[in-house]
C-alpha cells in the first residue's frame, strides 16, 4: 500500500486549495479513504472521511460546510477541497486507509495558513 498527498502550500486566510492523494497496491475502489491533519503540538484528527461503494461523507464540526472529500476510482485518488481556509487550519494533512486491518499513512503535506 502506498498513499502520496500533494498540494500543500502556504494560503492567506479565505483562499482555497485542493489536496490530492494517490494510491496505490490496494484495490482502491473497495476501501473507505480519510484525510486527517496534525498541528503542532496536537494530536492527528481525523478531518474527512470517504466511503467506499456509495461515496458516503463525514467530515469534522469545524470543516464542515468548507472542506469536501471526494474520490476518483479510475485515478485511484482522493481528493480534499479546502475552502475559505483559516489559521487553524495550519497543520500537516494526512491521507489514510485501513487495508486488511492495518492502518496505512501517506507521508503528509504542509498546509499553512497565514497573513
Known amino acids: 500500500v502506498q498513499l502520496v498527498e500533494s498540494g500543500g502550500n502556504l494560503v492567506q486566510p479565505g483562499d482555497s486549495l485542493r489536496l490530492s492523494c494517490a494510491a496505490s497496491?490496494?484495490?482502491?475502489?473497495?476501501?473507505?479513504m480519510s484525510w486527517f491533519r496534525q498541528a503542532p503540538g496536537k494530536e492527528r484528527e481525523l478531518v474527512a472521511r470517504i466511503s467506499s461503494a456509495a461515496g458516503v461523507t463525514t467530515y469534522q464540526d469545524s470543516v464542515k460546510g468548507r472542506f469536501t472529500i471526494s474520490r476518483d476510482n479510475a485515478k485511484s485518488t482522493v481528493y480534499l477541497q479546502m475552502n475559505d481556509l483559516k489559521p487553524e487550519d495550519t497543520a500537516v494533512y494526512y491521507c489514510?486507509?485501513?487495508?486488511?486491518?492495518?492502518?496505512?499513512w501517506g507521508q503528509g503535506t504542509q498546509v499553512t495558513v497565514s497573513s
Open positions: 497496491g490496494f484495490t482502491f475502489s473497495s476501501y473507505a
Open positions: 489514510y486507509t485501513n487495508f486488511m486491518g492495518r492502518g496505512s
